[in-house]
Antibody, heavy 116, light 107 residues
Framework: EAQLLQSGGGLVQPGGSLRLSCAASGFTFSIHPMSWVRQAPGKEPEWVSG????????YYADSVKGRFTISRDDSKKTLFLQMISLRAEDSAIYYC?????????WGQGTLVTVSS | EIVLTQSPATLSLSPGERATLSCRASESVISYLAWYQQKPGQPPRLLIY???NRATGIPARFSGSGSGTDFTLTISSLEPEDFAVYYCQQRSNWRVTFGGGTKVEMK
């Protein structure tokens, strides 16, 4: 069975950095595009960033471009999101998601809180 | 950025009734539209992809239709576990956006 196990996240001050990880199992990680999607309390999901299956192409929402970096390590079946210059408005639950005809499988989510 | 507008914001229905949810795109997304169900404390769950295809394991009471800018998710007969929030989502050249959601609540 497919599984996406997330780690990282937590409380960080404005301007700080965090790195999120998403470890995959139960499917062929290397052939799937992957994304990060976040959701603030009571709001709709917001797509943050995506990466192609090969890792050769990366994509970002305008709200995080230049501050967030998505990457993947297929040998470790792990997806990453490096976040710098964090702002209060980046506070949300962050999900990693596997893409196959839509986001067909999601991690359990990890809470990121940006506050002083 | 393509904006997705969902209506109504809230739908109050009883078990066994039919639910019809709408999603309108600000420009054509052809058929690249998905629907998700989300319950409190859980990630979204994919129901429908490419406008009308049910994802693996999704019951037949869920159906999707539409193309271009107007899409519909229909739940033919509501089960107690179907009361949740539903989101539509489009992907156009990796510019992914979600709609604001429709909450289906028990009347």
């Amino acid at each position: 069975e497919a599984q996406l196990l997330q780690s990282g996240g937590g409380l960080v001050q404005p301007g700080g950095s965090l790195r999120l990880s998403c470890a995959a199992s139960g499917f062929t990680f290397s052939i799937h595009p992957m994304s990060w999607v976040r959701q603030a309390p009571g709001k709709e999901p917001e797509w943050v960033s995506g990466i192609s299956a090969s890792g050769g192409s990366t994509y970002y929402a305008d709200s995080v471009k230049g501050r967030f970096t998505i990457s993947r390590d297929d040998s470790k079946k792990t997806l990453f999101l490096q976040m710098i210059s964090l702002r209060a408005e980046d506070s949300a639950i962050y999900y990693c998601a596997k893409e196959e005809m839509g986001f067909d499988f999601w991690g359990q989510g990890t809470l990121v809180t940006v506050s002083s | 950025e393509i904006v997705l507008t969902q209506s109504p914001a809230t739908l109050s229905l009883s078990p066994g009734e039919r639910a019809t949810l709408s999603c309108r795109a600000s420009e054509s997304v052809i058929s690249y539209l998905a629907w998700y169900q989300q319950k409190p404390g859980q990630p979204p769950r994919l129901l429908i992809y490419d406008a009308s295809n049910r994802a693996t394991g999704i019951p037949a009471r869920f159906s999707g239709s539409g193309s271009g800018t107007d899409f519909t998710l229909t739940i033919s007969s509501l089960e107690p576990e179907d009361f949740a929030v539903y989101y539509c989502q489009q992907r156009s050249n990796w510019r992914v956006t979600f709609g604001g959601g429709t909450k289906v609540e028990m009347k």
